[in-house]
C-alpha cells in the first residue's frame, strides 16, 4: 500500500527540518591503499619494465599478480615484524633473490594453481582500485599489475616512504 507522505519545512520551535537519513546524500572517503595494497602496487611500478618484456609469456598475468602480492606481503611482514623477530617470508629463503628469479620458480607452478590463487587476490585485495590499474573492466577476468598513473600519484600521497623506498 503506498501513500503521500508530507514533511512540514516551515518556522517552528523545536522542529527538525533536515532530510531523513535514508534521503540524505551519503559522503564517501575515497578508500585509501593499505600498507599490503601499497607495497603490492610499488613492487608493479618497479618490476613494470622486467613484466612489459614478458608480453608474450603465457603465464604472465598469473605469475605477476600472485607473485607481486607475496612479495608485497613479504614487505608488509619485514616492517612489522618485533627486533626479535624474523620475519616469515614466502618469496624467497634469502633477501637477494631477485624478481626475476622469483618470477622463473613461480612460473614452474603452472597455469592451473596460479590462476587458482589469482583470482581470490584480485576479488579480495584490488575490486576498490581497480581504477588505478590500466585495462581493468571486469576484476575477475582482468589483472591488476601495471598501475597507472593515478595509481602511482595515490600511492606517493598516501605512503610516501614507500614510494621513495621503490625509487617512486
Not at 629463503?93 to 590462476?115: A, I
Request: charged letters at 25%.
Amino acid at each position: 500500500m503506498t501513500f503521500p507522505v508530507f514533511q512540514y519545512v516551515g518556522e517552528a520551535k523545536g522542529l527538525n527540518k533536515t532530510a531523513p537519513s535514508a534521503f540524505q546524500t551519503k559522503k564517501t572517503q575515497p578508500l585509501k591503499y593499505s600498507q599490503l595494497i601499497a607495497y603490492y602496487i610499488a613492487e608493479a611500478a618497479a618490476n613494470e619494465k622486467f613484466l612489459l618484456g614478458k608480453n608474450k609469456d603465457g603465464f604472465r598475468d598469473e605469475t605477476a599478480t600472485v607473485l607481486l602480492f607475496y612479495r608485497a606481503q613479504d614487505h608488509v611482514q619485514r616492517v612489522t615484524a618485533e627486533r626479535s623477530e624474523e620475519p616469515i617470508v614466502k618469496t624467497s629463503s634469502k633477501y637477494g633473490t631477485s624478481f626475476e628469479e622469483q618470477t622463473v620458480f613461480t612460473e614452474r607452478l603452472g597455469l592451473g594453481y596460479l590462476s587458482t590463487w589469482r583470482n581470490p587476490i584480485t576479488e579480495k585485495y584490488f575490486g576498490p582500485f581497480a581504477d588505478f590499474f590500466e585495462g581493468v573492466e571486469i576484476l575477475s577476468f582482468d589483472f591488476c599489475i601495471f598501475p597507472n598513473a593515478k595509481g602511482i600519484a595515490k600511492l606517493k600521497a598516501e605512503w610516501p616512504e614507500i614510494a621513495r623506498e621503490f625509487g617512486l
